[in-house]
């Protein structure tokens, strides 16, 4: 098992790398000074170190010559949360494997760690890489980072409480907050995570082919079928299908989908053999189904057995303590796709992200950092490759936020009437915690 020492005087964050390493198969000693790091050193020897720059009473570049002289196999990889150009490059110089900004995605870290050990050390890690779905290609990690805010720590509380399940899973939110990273999160994190994840987008479906689509056909069945063909159902057989956009679906296919999920069988178009299928399914949408059900467009049947458990991812808005973060991981995905360095954003382009309402979401911040990264010259991301648009303090941001408080607001009263006034459970059905619920009712000022 490979050894690693975290040198790191912020104890809180130190103890969560040491929690999340150990989980992957590592040997974690930890040491929040230089001194108890000379020690550990002097008794022990590790594959790994990882230290931060800043330490009490000196640094980790200068320790560096040290870990080098009195164990030159060791791997040194710098952890720090200034991002600071010159650093990196005397490190690399001194001989550090590697350099790291904080915060950084546990995807980030093991990758790193994983290019640092020799090839003996990694046949012996069984655990170090994570199951990969078979269905997907580059797929989007976005999944492995976890933010620091209460709503996103809520919402990986949720992943991890439902992922070990087999319970059907409804997940809402706007467009561009990560539905379907969600979905593949789940995947990941249950007993199916060695079998096929897919993922379905029902808008894009004409009602048409849809059942052939979902169940497969027969060679031969109708025009345009020159050969069997599985359906998306035998494809997921064993593993996770996502329905992105399951409002999309016409109440025909609406209720052959409950019929497979009931009877976990399907048949092929123009087939009369019963296939026996064993699928989670996980469905996602940015509308109101409770809505749907009520204007009939939506099956009440359907929308209980499909809402076993239901997520609501928040909005970027919500998640405002988490932008930079989200902004330093789709920064370094644009540097690796590029082919660029660009290291960290300017001040002002920082405070013009925070200003912004980001009405777009995760797919927004990501779309404009990699398109910032294309136009930087530099090391930094300057206000000039940033869109015009995001500094400016517009009516339409302002009609934006305007309407996301509308939303909130309605979607707060639906649940307190639903719930006849009861705001426990309204607060359980908003995935809400009681006292939040209670704010909210204050800046809204409702009477209820």
């Not at 359906?231 to 025909?252: K, Q, R, V």
């Not at 940033?386 to 707060?412: A, Q, R």
Request: charged letters at 25%.
């Amino acid at each position: 098992m490979p050894k690693i020492l975290i040198i790191e005087d912020d104890t809180a964050f130190c103890q969560m790398l040491q929690s999340f390493l150990t989980k992957h198969n590592f040997d974690i000693s930890i040491s929040y000074t230089i001194k108890e790091a000379k020690e550990q050193l002097s008794t022990s020897f590790f594959d790994i170190i990882l230290s931060d720059v800043r330490l009490p009473k000196g640094d980790g570049i200068s320790f560096l010559a040290h870990i080098k002289e009195k164990s030159p196999k060791t791997q040194v990889v710098l952890m720090t949360g200034y991002a600071e150009v010159k650093s990196a490059v005397d490190a690399m110089k001194k001989g550090a494997f590697d350099y790291i900004s904080k915060p950084f995605t546990p995807e980030n870290i093991l990758s790193i760690i994983k290019n640092a050990l020799n090839p003996a050390v990694k046949r012996k890690m069984g655990d170090l890489e994570p199951q990969k779905d078979r269905s997907t290609k580059n797929n989007d990690q976005t999944n492995s980072l976890v933010g620091f805010s209460e709503v996103s720590k809520k919402l990986q509380q949720y992943i991890d409480l439902v992922a070990p399940t087999n319970m059907s899973v409804l997940i809402s939110g706007e467009s561009g907050t990560g539905k379907e990273v969600t979905a593949k999160a789940i995947h990941e994190k249950s007993n199916r995570n060695n079998h096929n994840f897919v993922a379905v987008d029902c808008g894009a479906i004409p009602k048409e082919i849809a059942t052939s689509e979902f169940f497969g056909h027969l060679k031969g069945s109708f025009t345009g079928a020159v050969e069997d063909k599985e359906g998306h159902f035998e494809a997921a057989n064993g593993g996770t299908l996502f329905l992105d956009e399951i409002g999309n679906l016409s109440y025909e296919n609406q209720v052959q989908l409950l019929r497979a999920l009931q009877e976990r069988k399907i048949k092929r178009v123009g087939g009369t053999k019963e296939i026996s299928v064993d699928v989670r399914i996980v469905v996602a949408t940015n509308e109101n189904l409770l809505e749907a059900v009520a204007e009939g467009t939506f099956r009440e049947d359907l929308y209980h057995r499909l809402n076993e458990f239901s997520i609501e991812i928040p909005s970027l808005q919500e998640r405002i303590e988490d932008l930079m973060l989200f902004a330093n991981y789709f920064l370094d995905k644009a540097n690796k796709e590029l082919s660029k360095n660009v290291v960290d954003f300017s001040e002002e382009v920082k405070q013009i992200f925070h200003n912004y309402s980001w009405p777009g979401n995760l797919r927004e911040l990501k779309n404009m950092i990699k398109r910032a990264v294309l136009f930087s010259d530099g090391d930094l991301v300057m206000r000039s490759s940033i869109p015009k648009t995001l500094g400016m303090t517009s009516e339409v941001s302002s009609e934006s936020k305007f309407s996301k408080s509308n939303y909130e607001k309605e979607k707060i009263i639906k649940a307190l009437k639903q719930t006849n006034f009861n705001k426990s459970k309204a607060a359980k059905l908003l995935q809400i915690t009681r006292k939040t619920l209670y704010n909210k009712i204050n800046q809204y000022q409702l009477e209820v």
